[in-house]
């Protein structure tokens, strides 16, 4: 079974930085690309960024050029450097893949627990 186990949130003053982790483990044969989406109270889930095992990355209008994904393919693992943080980047950030479990499975969607972001004024 397929798990994201994600780390890295906290609380921190606006303008500053942290940098969310990503680790896929189990049983993966590949990944197509993997991101991160976040949940504030009352709202919906929303994506953050997403990066492609080539490289080919994706951002919310919101965070660009304040956000940063990228990914280390040997380990399965996601990263998202987050700097210059704003109070309405406070939200529950979820880590998901999009990933097969062998050579005949099809393509699964796999959602971390989530990890929280709290940015004070």
């Known amino acids: 079974q397929v798990q994201l186990v994600e780390s890295g949130g906290g609380l921190v003053q606006t303008g500053g930085a942290l940098r969310l982790s990503c680790a896929a483990s189990g049983r993966i044969f590949s990944i197509r690309n993997m991101g991160w989406y976040r949940q504030a109270p009352g709202e919906q889930r929303d994506m953050v960024a997403l990066?492609?095992?080539?490289?080919?990355?994706n951002y919310a209008d919101s965070v660009k050029g304040r956000f940063t994904i990228s990914m280390d393919n040997a380990k399965n693992t996601v990263y998202l450097q987050m700097n210059s943080l704003k109070p309405e980047d406070t939200a529950v950030y979820y880590c998901h893949a999009l990933l097969r479990e062998g050579v005949w499975a099809g393509h699964m969607n796999i959602w971390g627990k989530g990890t929280l972001v709290t940015v004070s004024e």
């Open positions: 990066i492609t095992t080539d490289g080919s990355t």
